[in-house]
T-cell receptor, first 114, second 110 residues
């Protein structure tokens, strides 16, 4: 389909390992967002890209979290030296540029750190 | 205090009932508002945008009250398939990032 695509759907890693989560936004969507959703909570903002520029990374919880979107399309969220508290669903969303444009979400990656 | 607050519920209502959810926001600079629906273990899906004049889409009505800083969602003639978590969203006027509420769980009972 033409929606936001995320991979992998599920990821299990041992504490201390590095992980990389991928997001393929809707074609033509300039804006891309990453959110973290803990069980029973609403999604929490992590970072925002407009094309390849990372304009807001205020939600990244620590310097172990890093996101990039080098060509303004696919984005990768990397978590280094994972900790158990990183276990969550990571959601990617994309939208057209501009105010009031709704964001469209991918299925998310469910990350479990053992 | 969270920027966007919702009653987590759960709201258990019989089929055919009318149910209303409210959501308050603290950032008066928020410009855009939405309701999203999230089924268990699924991604949030846009239900409707919320406009100052209020808007309706079939059985769903959304309203925004800027003076009191709340938005509401009304569901008429509830269906079993309406059972889900409803997420209230405020859009940051600068970066357009979403500020989500914790969600309100609705269960429609046969």
């Amino acid at each position: 389909g033409a929606g936001v695509s995320q991979s992998p759907r599920y990821k299990v890693a041992k504490r201390g390992q590095d992980v990389a989560l991928r997001c393929d936004p809707i074609s033509g969507h300039v804006s891309l967002f990453w959110y973290q959703q803990a069980l029973g909570q609403g999604p929490e903002f992590l970072t925002y890209f407009q094309n390849e520029a990372q304009l807001d990374k205020s939600g990244l919880p620590s310097d172990r979290f890093f996101a990039e979107r080098p060509e303004g399309s696919v984005s990768t969220l990397k978590i280094q030296r994972t900790q158990q508290e990183d276990s969550a669903v990571y959601l990617c969303a994309s939208s057209l540029q501009g105010r009031n444009q709704p964001q469209h979400f991918g299925d998310g990656t469910r990350l479990s750190i053992l | 205090r969270k920027e966007v607050e919702q009653d987590p519920g759960p709201f258990n209502v019989p089929e055919g009932a009318t149910v209303a959810f409210n959501c308050t926001y603290s950032n008066s600079a928020s410009q855009s508002f939405f309701w999203y629906r999230q089924d268990c273990r699924k991604e949030p899906k846009l239900l409707m945008s919320v406009y100052s004049s209020g808007n309706e889409d079939g059985r769903f009505t959304a309203q925004l009250n800027r003076a009191s800083q709340y938005i509401s969602l009304l569901i008429r003639d509830s269906k079993l398939s309406d059972s889900a978590t409803y997420l209230c969203v405020g859009g940051d006027s600068g970066t357009y990032k979403y500020i989500f509420g914790t969600g309100t769980r609705l269960k429609v009972l046969a």
